[in-house]
Protein backbone atom coordinates (compact mmCIF):
# COMPACT_ATOMS: atom_id res chain seq x y z
CA UNK A 1 0.00 0.00 0.00
CA UNK A 2 2.75 2.64 0.26
CA UNK A 3 4.42 1.41 -2.52
CA UNK A 4 1.06 2.45 -4.11
CA UNK A 5 0.70 6.13 -1.96
CA UNK A 6 3.81 7.30 -3.21
CA UNK A 7 3.56 6.55 -6.68
CA UNK A 8 0.03 8.26 -6.49
CA UNK A 9 1.41 10.91 -5.25
CA UNK A 10 4.10 11.65 -7.90
CA UNK A 11 1.37 10.92 -10.46
CA UNK A 12 -0.97 13.97 -8.43
CA UNK A 13 2.68 16.48 -9.39
CA UNK A 14 2.49 15.47 -12.78
CA UNK A 15 1.01 18.16 -15.29
CA UNK A 16 -2.80 17.21 -16.13
CA UNK A 17 -2.42 13.58 -15.26
CA UNK A 18 -5.60 13.09 -15.63
CA UNK A 19 -5.44 13.05 -18.89
CA UNK A 20 -2.85 10.73 -19.79
CA UNK A 21 -4.56 7.33 -19.42
CA UNK A 22 -0.82 5.18 -18.69
CA UNK A 23 -0.60 7.66 -15.57
CA UNK A 24 -3.92 6.45 -15.16
CA UNK A 25 -4.61 2.75 -16.00
CA UNK A 26 -0.86 2.18 -13.58
CA UNK A 27 -2.66 3.70 -10.19
CA UNK A 28 -6.29 2.67 -11.22
CA UNK A 29 -9.44 -0.03 -12.07
CA UNK A 30 -12.85 0.26 -11.80
CA UNK A 31 -14.76 2.85 -9.98
CA UNK A 32 -11.21 4.34 -8.72
CA UNK A 33 -10.22 4.81 -12.92
CA UNK A 34 -13.48 6.39 -13.66
CA UNK A 35 -12.69 9.22 -10.54
CA UNK A 36 -9.79 9.77 -12.97
CA UNK A 37 -11.50 10.16 -15.91
CA UNK A 38 -14.06 12.55 -14.07
CA UNK A 39 -11.28 15.05 -13.34
CA UNK A 40 -11.16 15.58 -16.79
CA UNK A 41 -14.23 17.05 -16.67
CA UNK A 42 -13.34 18.63 -14.44
CA UNK A 43 -10.86 20.90 -16.19
CA UNK A 44 -13.15 21.61 -19.17
CA UNK A 45 -15.85 23.11 -16.64
CA UNK A 46 -13.06 24.90 -15.13
CA UNK A 47 -12.90 23.12 -11.31
CA UNK A 48 -9.47 22.18 -9.91
CA UNK A 49 -8.59 18.83 -9.69
CA UNK A 50 -10.16 16.79 -6.15
CA UNK A 51 -7.84 14.35 -6.09
CA UNK A 52 -5.13 15.26 -2.82
CA UNK A 53 -1.95 13.65 -2.36
CA UNK A 54 -2.09 11.24 0.50
CA UNK A 55 -0.09 11.51 3.65
CA UNK A 56 -0.66 8.48 5.93
CA UNK A 57 -0.81 9.12 9.45
CA UNK A 58 0.10 5.65 11.52
CA UNK A 59 -0.20 2.34 10.57
CA UNK A 60 -2.69 0.63 8.24
CA UNK A 61 -4.84 -1.70 9.13
CA UNK A 62 -4.72 -4.84 6.61
CA UNK A 63 -8.08 -7.27 5.97
CA UNK A 64 -6.36 -10.08 3.61
CA UNK A 65 -8.11 -13.12 2.83
CA UNK A 66 -6.36 -16.61 2.51
CA UNK A 67 -4.30 -16.58 -0.44
CA UNK A 68 -6.04 -19.87 -1.31
CA UNK A 69 -9.58 -17.84 -1.31
CA UNK A 70 -8.38 -15.24 -3.28
CA UNK A 71 -10.04 -15.17 -6.78
CA UNK A 72 -8.40 -17.15 -9.50
CA UNK A 73 -8.17 -13.74 -12.10
CA UNK A 74 -5.79 -11.95 -9.38
CA UNK A 75 -5.07 -10.66 -5.34
CA UNK A 76 -7.04 -8.16 -3.36
CA UNK A 77 -6.55 -6.46 0.27
CA UNK A 78 -8.63 -4.01 1.84
CA UNK A 79 -6.85 -1.52 4.35
CA UNK A 80 -7.84 1.43 6.19
CA UNK A 81 -6.06 4.16 6.49
CA UNK A 82 -5.94 7.75 8.49
CA UNK A 83 -5.01 10.44 6.12
CA UNK A 84 -6.77 13.98 5.22
CA UNK A 85 -10.22 14.06 3.39
CA UNK A 86 -10.50 16.61 0.48
CA UNK A 87 -11.53 19.41 2.98
CA UNK A 88 -8.23 19.09 4.97
CA UNK A 89 -9.74 16.75 7.73
CA UNK A 90 -8.05 13.63 8.94
CA UNK A 91 -10.33 10.79 8.70
CA UNK A 92 -9.84 7.14 8.22
CA UNK A 93 -10.61 5.83 5.09
CA UNK A 94 -11.05 2.19 3.61
CA UNK A 95 -9.58 1.56 0.36
CA UNK A 96 -9.95 -2.08 -1.97
CA UNK A 97 -6.71 -3.24 -3.87
CA UNK A 98 -6.58 -5.72 -6.39
CA UNK A 99 -4.20 -6.85 -8.96
CA UNK A 100 -3.61 -9.70 -11.73
CA UNK A 101 -1.33 -12.35 -11.18
CA UNK A 102 2.05 -10.80 -11.41
CA UNK A 103 1.26 -7.28 -11.73
CA UNK A 104 1.36 -4.45 -9.31
CA UNK A 105 -1.97 -3.63 -7.03
CA UNK A 106 -4.45 -0.71 -8.58
CA UNK A 107 -6.92 0.96 -6.31
CA UNK A 108 -10.28 -0.10 -6.83
CA UNK A 109 -12.81 1.54 -4.63
CA UNK A 110 -11.84 4.34 -1.87
CA UNK A 111 -14.38 6.25 0.80
CA UNK A 112 -13.77 8.12 4.19
CA UNK A 113 -15.62 6.33 6.84
CA UNK A 114 -18.51 8.80 8.13
CA UNK A 115 -17.88 10.81 11.06
CA UNK A 116 -19.00 8.71 14.73
CA UNK A 117 -18.89 5.21 12.63
CA UNK A 118 -16.05 2.71 12.18
CA UNK A 119 -15.03 -0.23 10.74
CA UNK A 120 -16.41 -3.37 12.03
CA UNK A 121 -14.34 -6.25 13.61
CA UNK A 122 -13.68 -9.20 11.12
CA UNK A 123 -14.11 -12.67 11.62
CA UNK A 124 -10.40 -13.80 11.05
CA UNK A 125 -9.10 -17.42 11.05
CA UNK A 126 -6.91 -19.27 13.02
CA UNK A 127 -3.88 -17.64 10.66
CA UNK A 128 -5.47 -13.98 11.08
CA UNK A 129 -7.16 -14.12 7.42
CA UNK A 130 -10.82 -12.51 7.42
CA UNK A 131 -13.21 -14.91 6.50
CA UNK A 132 -15.09 -14.97 3.31
CA UNK A 133 -18.03 -12.33 2.72
CA UNK A 134 -21.45 -13.94 2.17
CA UNK A 135 -21.34 -13.34 -1.64
CA UNK A 136 -25.04 -14.17 -2.32
CA UNK A 137 -25.89 -10.99 0.14
CA UNK A 138 -23.13 -9.07 -1.38
CA UNK A 139 -24.99 -8.94 -4.76
CA UNK A 140 -28.52 -8.20 -3.32
CA UNK A 141 -27.05 -5.68 -1.66
CA UNK A 142 -25.28 -4.03 -4.26
CA UNK A 143 -28.29 -4.21 -6.32
CA UNK A 144 -30.55 -2.54 -3.50
CA UNK A 145 -28.36 0.84 -3.91
CA UNK A 146 -28.85 0.20 -7.63
CA UNK A 147 -32.84 -0.09 -7.30
CA UNK A 148 -32.30 3.08 -4.71
CA UNK A 149 -30.56 5.85 -7.30
CA UNK A 150 -32.35 4.59 -10.39
CA UNK A 151 -35.33 3.86 -9.50
CA UNK A 152 -36.15 1.15 -11.21
CA UNK A 153 -37.91 -1.21 -8.64
CA UNK A 154 -39.44 0.11 -5.66
CA UNK A 155 -37.39 -0.01 -2.45
CA UNK A 156 -36.43 -3.38 -0.91
CA UNK A 157 -37.54 -5.26 -3.68
CA UNK A 158 -33.87 -7.32 -3.16
CA UNK A 159 -34.95 -8.03 0.41
CA UNK A 160 -32.75 -5.69 1.86
CA UNK A 161 -32.89 -2.19 3.13
CA UNK A 162 -31.00 1.09 3.16
CA UNK A 163 -31.14 2.43 6.99
CA UNK A 164 -32.88 5.66 7.48
CA UNK A 165 -30.16 7.58 8.20
CA UNK A 166 -27.81 6.52 5.10
CA UNK A 167 -25.83 8.90 3.12
CA UNK A 168 -27.64 7.98 0.17
CA UNK A 169 -31.32 8.72 1.66
CA UNK A 170 -29.74 12.26 2.54
CA UNK A 171 -28.09 12.68 -0.61
CA UNK A 172 -30.04 11.75 -3.23
CA UNK A 173 -33.06 14.84 -3.24
CA UNK A 174 -30.38 17.10 -4.19
CA UNK A 175 -28.17 14.61 -6.26
CA UNK A 176 -31.19 14.20 -8.71
CA UNK A 177 -32.15 17.76 -9.03
CA UNK A 178 -28.36 17.78 -10.91
CA UNK A 179 -26.96 16.54 -13.86
CA UNK A 180 -27.79 12.88 -12.70
CA UNK A 181 -26.61 9.60 -15.29
CA UNK A 182 -28.13 6.46 -13.71
CA UNK A 183 -25.52 4.16 -12.91
CA UNK A 184 -25.07 1.08 -14.70
CA UNK A 185 -23.86 -1.48 -12.44
CA UNK A 186 -21.19 -1.37 -9.96
CA UNK A 187 -17.41 -2.83 -9.81
CA UNK A 188 -16.05 -5.79 -7.84
CA UNK A 189 -17.42 -5.94 -4.40
CA UNK A 190 -14.76 -6.64 -1.52
CA UNK A 191 -15.51 -7.44 1.84
CA UNK A 192 -15.37 -10.03 4.62
CA UNK A 193 -17.71 -11.62 7.36
CA UNK A 194 -17.70 -9.79 11.04
CA UNK A 195 -16.66 -10.73 14.14
CA UNK A 196 -20.13 -11.29 15.39
CA UNK A 197 -21.59 -12.87 12.01
CA UNK A 198 -22.76 -10.00 9.93
CA UNK A 199 -20.92 -8.83 6.56
CA UNK A 200 -19.06 -6.15 5.72
CA UNK A 201 -19.34 -4.81 1.72
CA UNK A 202 -16.82 -2.46 -0.19
CA UNK A 203 -17.73 -1.49 -3.69
CA UNK A 204 -17.95 1.59 -6.07
CA UNK A 205 -20.93 2.20 -8.37
CA UNK A 206 -20.49 3.41 -11.73
CA UNK A 207 -22.26 4.64 -15.23
CA UNK A 208 -21.59 2.98 -18.49
CA UNK A 209 -18.07 4.04 -19.55
CA UNK A 210 -19.46 5.95 -22.29
CA UNK A 211 -21.66 8.13 -20.17
CA UNK A 212 -19.18 8.36 -16.97
CA UNK A 213 -20.77 11.60 -14.80
CA UNK A 214 -20.49 10.49 -11.22
CA UNK A 215 -18.80 7.23 -8.72
CA UNK A 216 -20.77 6.45 -5.94
CA UNK A 217 -18.32 4.27 -3.54
CA UNK A 218 -19.86 2.69 -0.53
CA UNK A 219 -18.74 0.52 2.82
CA UNK A 220 -21.80 -0.84 4.05
CA UNK A 221 -22.39 -3.17 7.02
CA UNK A 222 -25.17 -5.73 7.25
CA UNK A 223 -25.49 -6.97 11.33
CA UNK A 224 -26.10 -10.61 11.30
CA UNK A 225 -29.74 -11.37 11.03
CA UNK A 226 -30.74 -7.91 10.06
CA UNK A 227 -32.07 -6.97 6.32
CA UNK A 228 -30.93 -3.32 7.23
CA UNK A 229 -27.72 -1.56 5.43
CA UNK A 230 -26.09 0.54 7.35
CA UNK A 231 -23.51 2.73 5.76
CA UNK A 232 -20.07 3.49 7.60
CA UNK A 233 -18.39 5.28 4.68
CA UNK A 234 -19.54 6.58 1.34
CA UNK A 235 -18.14 9.14 -1.19
CA UNK A 236 -19.91 10.68 -4.20
CA UNK A 237 -17.14 11.70 -6.88
CA UNK A 238 -18.68 13.69 -9.91
Do not use: C
Not at 31 to 54: C, D, M, T, Y
Not at 83 to 94: C, L, M, N
Not at 133 to 144: F, I, K, N, P, T
Amino acid sequence: MREWVGKYNATLRKRKWWNQNDRLDALFVEAALHEGVIERNHEIFGSKPEHKPITMTGTPTIYLPRPQRQRPIGEWFIAQATYKDTEGHARPHVLAFVRPHGQPFRLAVATPIHWGRRMPKPRLDADGYVTDMDALAASAVAHEYQNFWNNEKKEGASGYRLAKDSYSRKAFPAVNKGAYVAFDGHGSIFGFRTADGGSFFLFGMVNNPKHVNQVLSEALLVPQGSRTIQELGADWFS
